[in-house]
């Protein structure tokens, strides 16, 4: 029971000290702005990372990536801004776009 009490207060202590050092700071001018454009340079990251992913993994899915990352960005644009709306219609978009491969490569086939 000592150990699981130690344990249970350094995780509770390490859980909130960044909460407790950040209360001084939310009404700093940095913060708002790091706030504001702190998720849309995570989504950057993590969008370039996952192209840069695919175009050296699967070169052929690279087509299926960028329809998907523009998929995403007219949802985020025309959707309100809505993060997990967007993120999720793109990742949606992207797993139909690679399923469905073989058939969008018929269909591109078949009009030349």
């Known amino acids: 029971m000592a150990v699981l009490a130690i344990g249970f207060a350094i995780n509770l202590t390490l859980r909130a000290a960044p909460f407790a050092a950040l209360k001084p700071l939310r009404k700093s001018a940095l913060v708002e702005r790091l706030s504001v454009w ?10 370039a990372e996952t192209l840069r992913g695919t175009i050296v993994d699967d070169p052929a899915q690279t087509l299926s990536a960028l329809i ?6 007219a949802v985020h644009l025309l959707g309100g801004r809505r993060t997990l709306l967007s993120v999720g219609a793109g990742t949606f ?3 139909l776009l690679v399923n469905f491969d073989g058939v969008l490569a018929g269909l591109f086939q078949g009009s030349q």
């Open 38 to 47: 702190m998720p849309v340079g995570v989504l950057a990251i993590l969008a």
């Open 68 to 73: 998907a990352v523009a998929i995403t960005a």
């Open 93 to 95: 978009a992207y797993v």
